[in-house]
């Protein structure tokens, strides 16, 4: 019995110790940010101004049960979040001619409402991030919508210029957006244009004789317009990556249309031109950052130095941010915290989300530490924090099997 009970123990330490460490490096690097940014009630403060503080839910791999969802909410918004960026993939529940987009173990209609009302009990916006372009696997890999597909090698992309697709994403949007509008009318819906790898391949896009760029932008305005029909005050997002390739238009003329500029790194490289160009474009500019899922795709653990490093450098770059020829700072208008569970589709599953929690909780704190306001010059407090964590030792190498599946949460 004695020996049963001690295997026991040993069984649940070998689970739990990682959990312990990841904890222990959060507290230490938030000690350490505290000390180095400092609050002072007495010397004038610099801050930044995000009306949201958006958390990712990538749901396209290992889906966590709706009611552990439920159960993270009201913690999310202790740490100051105020939006939930839900990537549905197949785990919508679609019905009629799309129905078989949904997976078969897709989220029920009531459980979703009752995500959706929760959320909406703690004044917390959920944005709906349905793909629309690229990324869209988890549709063209099936038979009945291959047709639609830009290269018919690659389920990655949809051909823009097939009327079909039209009408594919028209339903697949008008059922999401009818879904939550049961609880409350959405705000904001995010139809993602990534990453289109496959652009102006086929002999449809072909035909039209436009550039790849302008192929692009024609394809978002096309899809910014079936969301003002499905409802007119609602305003889209998209990832702003494509407007950063060569040959992109210098201007849009995208109306109703926010950018998302995202940059994952430890230490990204940002440009002003390209951000210039957003803001004579786009009234609205958010950032996005990632807490887990962009350290490697089969990655397990996130690395918790590099996850802080790249919300540092984020709130080093937009903090007191001024555009050439104006005298105000720019306010970001909202910053996503995204967390991956695969690169594509049909990668592998990385870093699971309740392990990633105390990557989340971390730079969360960061967030509202300067949300609140730093002293002694807001660069040189950053960038000394910055500096020191670079020179740290990382503790967070990737460990594999760590059997953190949860009846709760799985």
């Known amino acids: 019995m004695c020996s049963l009970l001690k295997m026991l123990l040993f069984n649940v330490w070998r689970k739990l110790k990682y959990y312990f460490l ?82 078969s173990n897709a989220y029920k209609r009531t459980e979703l409402l ?31 919508f291959a047709h639609l597909r830009e290269r018919k090698k690659s389920h990655k992309d949809i051909c823009p210029s097939n009327p079909e697709s039209k009408v594919l994403i028209t339903t697949m949007l008008k059922q999401v957006i009818d879904l939550h509008a049961i609880i409350y009318p959405l705000q904001h819906i995010h139809v993602g244009c990534d990453e289109v790898r496959n652009l102006n391949v086929c002999p ?3 035909k039209r004789r436009l550039k790849s760029g302008e192929l692009f932008i024609d394809h978002v305005k096309e899809v910014t317009s079936i969301v003002k029909e499905i409802n007119p005050s609602l305003k889209v997002l998209i990832w702003a990556d494509m407007l950063l ?33 957003l803001h004579h474009n786009f009234k609205n500019i958010w950032i996005g950052t990632a807490f887990k899922g962009a ?70 704190l960061l967030i509202r530490s300067v949300q609140s306001g730093i002293d002694e010059g807001p660069a040189n407090k950053i960038s000394k924090t910055m500096k020191y964590v670079q020179n740290c030792t990382s503790t967070t190498k990737t460990k594999r099997n760590q059997g953190f599946l949860l009846d709760k949460i799985y």
């Open 114 to 144: 009752m995500f959706i009302n929760s959320a909406k009990n703690l004044k917390m916006e959920i944005i709906p991030l349905i793909q629309t372009f690229g990324h869209m696997e988890y549709v063209l890999k099936l038979k009945e």
């Open 295 to 364: 350290d490697g795709n089969n990655a397990t653990i996130p690395n918790i130095r590099h996850r802080f490093l790249n919300h540092m450098s984020w709130l080093d770059f937009i903090l007191g941010y001024k555009f050439g020829g104006e005298k105000n700072v720019y306010n970001f208008k909202g910053i996503i915290l995204t967390g991956w569970s695969r690169y594509t589709h049909t990668a592998p599953q990385c870093e699971l989300l309740p392990i990633a929690m105390p990557s989340l909780v971390l730079n969360l």
């Open 204 to 206: 449809k896009c072909k």
């Open 22 to 103: 990841y904890l222990s490096i959060v507290c230490f690097i938030y000690v350490t940010l505290s000390r180095l940014i400092g609050l002072s009630a007495e010397k004038p403060k610099s801050s930044v101004n995000l009306r949201y503080v958006a958390v990712h839910i990538d749901l396209k791999g290992s889906p966590p049960k709706i009611t552990y969802l439920v159960s993270l909410l009201p913690v999310l918004s202790i740490y100051g979040v105020n939006a939930i960026l839900m990537e549905y993939e197949d785990m919508f529940p679609y019905v009629d001619s799309i129905a078989k987009i949904s997976s």
């Open 245 to 277: 390739k060569p040959g992109a238009p210098k201007m849009y003329n995208i109306h109703n249309v926010e950018a998302v500029s995202w940059a994952y790194g430890a230490t990204p490289q940002f440009s002003h031109t390209y951000f210039y160009n």
